[in-house]
């Protein structure tokens, strides 16, 4: 097992590795719009997992992982010469691609904020013209406890 330490610095030169391969040396048009965005490697420094996303050609069309993967699964060979000549291990390790899921995650809090916001502003909006229930000052003070509270306790 190698030190957790090594692996993250690993790990961070091959995502860097990938993406700059990726940009300029790769020419495959599929892979135009993607970015690596993490790089995981395994304690014994044999496997490594790339996370990548893909953006859309235009803001409004959708981005196409399908086509991402099979460019990446195609240059995987490359890829992973790449990264043994850059990091200089005697293991190159084997690379796995993955679509990372954390813009897919960020919608989904981002959703989950707007509504709580949209729910704190309509009990906002309630409160504002809500009165008490009961009296103004429902709690008992000093000088209330002179006065009995009922006729019976006066007589004992």
Avoid: C, W
Wanted: overall charge negative; cysteine-free.
């Amino acid at each position: 097992m190698a030190d957790p330490a090594r692996a993250a610095r690993l790990a961070k030169r091959i995502a860097t590795i990938v993406a700059t391969a990726i940009e300029h040396d790769i020419k495959d048009p599929r892979l135009d719009f993607v970015t690596v965005t993490d790089a995981r490697v395994t304690n014994d420094l044999h496997d490594a997992t790339v996370y990548y996303t893909v953006m859309g050609p235009t803001l409004d069309t959708e981005p196409d992982y399908e086509s991402a993967a099979a460019g990446l699964e195609k240059a995987r060979g490359q890829l992973r010469t790449k990264v043994g000549a850059g990091t200089g291990v005697r293991f190159t390790p084997t690379l796995r691609f993955e679509p990372d899921t954390v813009p897919e995650a960020v919608a989904t809090m981002e959703a989950l904020l707007a509504k709580a916001r949209e729910q704190d502003e309509r009990v906002a909006a309630a409160a504002a013209n809500a009165t008490p229930a009961g009296e103004a000052d429902p709690y008992k003070h000093d000088d209330d406890a002179d006065v009995p509270a009922d006729e019976d306790e006066a007589d004992r």
